[in-house]
């Protein structure tokens, strides 16, 4: 069964403390790996999307990085308004396009 | 920047009553999904649909569940008859295209909070 995994649930940081989130994939055949920000009560915003292993992509403070087996979305001297859940979803080959997600991970970021 | 358009933002509804959501997708995609979010779950594929037919479908889209592309610019999700346990928030997604190696991005709406009373 494919299946897509994040962790930390959540992570708690200090303005300026940089870290990592997770995002572990089992697929039958990886078509793309995509990560969106998720603010409360609204819709996945995208940030990035990944296609094949050692693949990176940076935005701003964000960078993003996949191997076979799982991505890493890299936050780099994070500020209050990273804070938001950080969804990661796969699209398996032969899919028409949906997504599978995971849970995500709920970032907050302190001043 | 094009955007995808969902509306009503919030719906309420009596059990056993239809609900249409409505969705207005960026102008030039081509395929268009709903999926929905249970309060603190997992967000769930619903449905895809491509050149005016449904492509794929999860196990959630049973018989209760429609989709539409009435008029080439709205796609309407519907719901016949609701239970308690469609509450959730729906979004609407929409994708420009698919190629043979590559894909583009998924624009999502800011998505309805459907309640069920």
């Known amino acids: 069964e494919d299946q897509v995994t994040q962790s930390p649930e959540a992570l708690r940081l200090q303005e300026g403390e940089s870290s990592s989130l997770n995002c572990s994939y089992t697929?039958?055949?990886?078509?793309?790996l995509f990560w969106y920000r998720q603010d409360p009560g609204k819709g996945p915003e995208f940030l990035f999307t990944?296609?094949?292993a050692g693949e990176e992509k940076e935005k701003e403070r964000l960078k993003a990085t996949l191997t076979k087996k799982e991505s890493f979305l890299h936050i780099t001297a994070p500020k209050p308004e990273d804070s938001a859940t950080y969804l990661c979803?796969?699209?398996?080959?032969?899919?028409?396009?949906?997504?599978?997600f995971g849970k995500g991970t709920k970032l907050s970021v302190k001043p | 920047e094009p955007e995808v358009t969902q509306t009503p933002s919030h719906q309420v509804t009596q059990m056993g009553q239809e609900v249409i959501l409505r969705c207005v997708p960026i102008?030039?995609?081509?395929?268009f999904y709903w999926y929905r979010q249970i309060l603190g779950q997992k967000v769930e594929f619903l449905v895809s649909?491509?050149?005016?037919?449904?492509?794929?479908k999860s196990e959630i889209f049973d018989d209760q569940f429609s989709v539409e592309r009435p008029d080439g610019s709205n796609f309407t999700l519907k719901i016949r008859s609701t239970k308690l346990e469609d509450s959730a928030m729906y979004f609407c997604?929409?994708?420009?295209?698919?190629?043979?190696?590559?894909?583009?991005?998924?624009?999502f709406g800011q998505g309805t909070r459907l309640t069920v009373v």
């Open positions: 990944l296609y094949s």
């Open positions: 649909f491509y050149n005016n037919e449904i492509s794929e």
């Open positions: 102008s030039n995609h081509l395929y």
């Open positions: 697929v039958s055949g990886l078509r793309g």
């Open positions: 997604a929409s994708r420009a295209r698919q190629g043979a190696f590559m894909n583009t991005e998924a624009f």
């Open positions: 979803a796969v699209q398996v080959r032969g899919s028409q396009g949906n997504l599978i």
